[in-house]
């Protein structure tokens, strides 16, 4: 199976398209292999990963605080450094991004599974404005980890992937968003259901 959309541009930002484009191109089977075999590395490393994304998230995009109810006050970095659930959340980002990684073969159970995800952060209040942010941090994170074996085509390959998949989030938020719109209307004012009293 291809990608849903394949051959679109991505902008310079990750995760900059409107829901017209809302998924990039997917990697391809060099790329994929890159991904898997870097992530082996990683992944050693995936609650330190987790922390230093959020901490240079907060750093970079301090606004993305606010979708974080736990976070909101604080601008103390080290204490956001040493904050167990700081680090909780770290590890379930890192673990969608495991997941992820295991799917780029299976790219139909990779859309379901960001398209869900994108639908969860319509309820969490998540805007999808910050999804892109955080491939850019997760990427400025592994590199140290990664040393003498980062290069450009590898950062080439984890944009593409985190391109692909925060373009489907923001499809699924944008279907949430829709559905919940479309829920709060009157059943007259729905324009699929025909009112039927006499």
């Not at 998924?23 to 790329?31: D, G, I, K, L, R």
């Not at 907060?58 to 040493?82: A, Q, Y």
């Not at 923001?170 to 259901?193: I, V």
Request: aromatic share 10%; with cysteine.
């Amino acid at each position: 199976m291809g990608c849903a959309i394949s051959g679109l541009e991505a902008k310079a930002e990750f995760g900059e398209r409107t829901t017209e484009d809302a998924a990039a191109a997917c990697p391809s089977e060099v790329q994929i292999q890159m991904i898997k075999d870097s992530w082996k590395v990683i992944r050693d490393d995936i609650a330190k990963v987790g922390i230093i994304m959020f901490v240079r998230l907060f750093e970079t995009h301090p606004e993305c605080k606010d979708v974080f109810f736990l976070f909101r006050g604080v601008e103390d970095l080290e204490r956001l450094r040493t904050s167990r659930e700081l680090r909780a959340h770290g590890l379930r980002v890192m673990s969608f991004i495991e997941k992820s990684v295991a799917r780029l073969d299976q790219l139909e159970r990779l859309e379901a599974l960001a398209l869900e995800l994108g639908k969860s952060h319509y309820h969490y209040n998540a805007p999808p404005k910050y999804y892109g942010y955080v491939g850019a941090e997760f990427i400025s994170a592994v590199q140290p980890i990664l040393k003498e074996r980062w290069t450009a085509e590898l950062e080439e390959a984890w944009k593409t992937m985190f391109q692909f998949v925060t373009g489907l989030m923001k499809q699924g938020y944008q279907e949430e968003s829709n559905r919940q719109r479309h829920l709060a209307l009157s059943p007259k004012e729905r324009p699929d259901k025909r009112n039927t009293a006499l």
